[in-house]
């Protein structure tokens, strides 16, 4: 299935884009996401970022929907 991954902030610097979509298996996790992810991206290698799924941030064990909204998000500053 395919997967549009939305990028923020430094993310989307590195990776020189704000969009892409990743092809990954039904029934994917967000940790066989990120693992796909940085096989095709090396930018992310050391990145750290949270996966949002439809606005919420969620754990490596959720399972993706090809309907989801998919996020990866830097670190936030506090102030």
Partial sequence: MD???KYFGQL???MGKEVSTV???DDCS???LKSTLLSIYPALEGKEF???VNKAIVTDKAILL???EVALLPPFAGG
Avoid: H, L, N, W
């Fill in 3 to 5: 997967i549009a991954i």
């Fill in 12 to 14: 989307a610097e590195a």
């Fill in 23 to 25: 092809t990954v298996v």
């Fill in 30 to 32: 967000v940790q066989e």
């Fill in 50 to 52: 949270k996966v949002a």
């Fill in 66 to 68: 090809p309907t989801d």
